[in-house]
């Protein structure tokens, strides 16, 4: 009992020191992170079929990639933040009936979010909200890519617009 005892030990010490090393030096080379990762990330030509498979095997088994992603652990990491150059994107498609009906009336909540994301100051929000009213037919479009269309429309607006050019995103 002992012996299995210290043997158990053993093998968590290493793999607690071989996890603390991966997660100091975590190139990427292959499947993400996750235990995978730490157990054959010594493995030579990490690119290899065979170490990836290797990784995205044990990683898939121990379901420790999803772990380590949800808990910032096992060499993964977890901002919880979505990158920024998609904010604006992400926030026009959830939002775009919204965002339509409060561009139509020039106010309102969603509008207000959607200036703050691209960057505009409060200052000249009252501005972005007039504009948004006043090429509302130009702006909203229907279709599939309306939110993309949306925004590529919105940016082309702001820059041709005397103050609004200056708080442009893009």
Known sequence: MVKKLLVLQFAATFILVQGGLALAMNPDNGPGCGLGKLAWGDYKNQKSIAPQVMMATTNGTFGSQTFGISSGTSGCTNDGSVMAEHKTTLFAELNFENLSQEMAQGRGEHLA??????????????EFFALTQERYTTLVRSGEEAPKALLTALHDAMAQHPVLARVSTR
């Open 113 to 126: 979010s959607l200036a703050t994301l691209m960057g505009v100051p409060a200052e000249h929000q009252a």
